[in-house]
């Protein structure tokens, strides 16, 4: 299986843990998946189920074979007046007999049946290509969330450094008596808050990574560090992801296997109203003997050939009956195509919309970001001087820590966006 992945990391970085890198933590879900694992081996089922053989091109082959030998008591009269009286007379039987039939026209069912056969095998394909899709989106969907989680714990350990040397300051302040104790006691609440936010974060974590194991199926406590992920460098259009979507999307185009193989089964049934012809083959021999009676010894032997034609009489109710019930599967399947389509159409203009709207906004925040670190940079140094209060310097810290979130933010919905657009595209892997 050749994957294609859309998502490169950037060069590892030394850590404590083990960095787990996105595209191992792909290979490490489609390995051991149970979906994926389900989905490949009805894939081999298919495989090993589409053959001619299986379509009925195989003739039908027996040897039947018997052997008797019985002890009766005769009696038997002759219309001649010879009577034949013998007790304990011996009879023996065999009979050896070799069949062979051979469907040479069936109503050209047998090609109907291996064109179904290549359709459920292209089927099971696009099923596991569907649980690939399904589980590497999970994949990037979870380690994104880890990444982003991340950034946020940098900021807050960043914001705390500033809260620790405000509250330092505070309480400097109250200590000289040049500031109430009210300014020190609120840089400790404040100091707190981001400390709680720490470990709350660090908790989100831990929680994450859990869940990313789990789709992995690995052990939950199993220890990693991510790497950040950046974007791809060129995304398809509206109208290339539009398009993917009708034609690529393995859920859809499994939806249209379905329907195709329904086309197969609609045809299989009206061949069963044609007449079969067979080629038919057989060898005999036959055996008997007996100790008493008119014929003592009996034996024959020999091949012989011929045709049989069988014609269906009355089938035509149940015919329609079950051609019927085909058209109306039929009819569902379109419906549910138009449904899935419908919710990946209405998924995929989300994704997009977010993802143009993060762009814009990244770009925005990026020089927000710069100007609030200056700000507060400028804050604390005034606030050493004493030339500004408490709460200016309170609400210069708020807004970087605004700031950071809006950011981090902007940029996991751009990442999460990538990901869906390419998930509905199902160009998350090509096989």
Known sequence: MKLTLF?????????AQTVLRLDDAIEIALSQNPNILISS???????????????????????????????????????????????????????????????IYGGKRMYIIKNRLDLEEAL?????????????????????DIVRLKSQLDAVRETISF???????????????TAGKNDYLQSQVDLNVQRTSELNILNSIELAKMELNRVMVRDPFTAFEVEDIPAPEILPSRE??????????????ALRFNQKILTQLREEILATQKPSVFANASANFNRNSSTAGFNLFTMTYGPQAGLSLSVPLFAGPIVRQQVKVNDLQY?????????V?????????????????????????EQNLAIIREHNAISMERFRKASITTVELRQAQLNLIEAQNRIINSRFILRQSEAQILYVMGRLVEQ
Not at 7 to 15: G, H, Q
């Open 7 to 15: 998502f490169v990391l950037f060069t590892s970085v030394t850590m």
């Open 41 to 103: 081996n009805e894939k081999e089922i298919a495989q090993v189920n589409n053959n001619w053989w299986a379509a009925g091109r195989i003739p039908t082959v027996g040897l039947n074979s018997t052997f008797n030998n019985s002890i009766t008591n005769l009696n038997q009269k002759l219309n001649n007046g010879t009577v034949i009286e013998r007790n304990g007379a011996r009879n023996s039987t065999i009979n050896v007999n070799g069949q062979f039939s051979y469907r």
């Open 124 to 144: 099971a394909d696009e099923v596991l290509k569907q649980d690939i899709n399904q589980t590497v989106f999970d994949v990037i969907n979870r380690y994104i």
């Open 163 to 177: 809260f620790e040397e405000r509250s330092k300051l505070s309480q400097v302040r109250f200590e000289i008596g």
């Open 240 to 253: 290339e992801m539009m398009q993917a979507i009708d034609a690529q999307n393995p859920q859809i185009t």
């Open 331 to 339: 009819k569902n399947q379109d419906l549910q195509i138009q449904n």
């Open 341 to 365: 389509k419908n919710d990946l159409t209405s998924l995929a203009a989300n994704a997009y919309q977010n993802y143009e709207n993060a762009n814009r906004q990244i770009g925005l925040e």
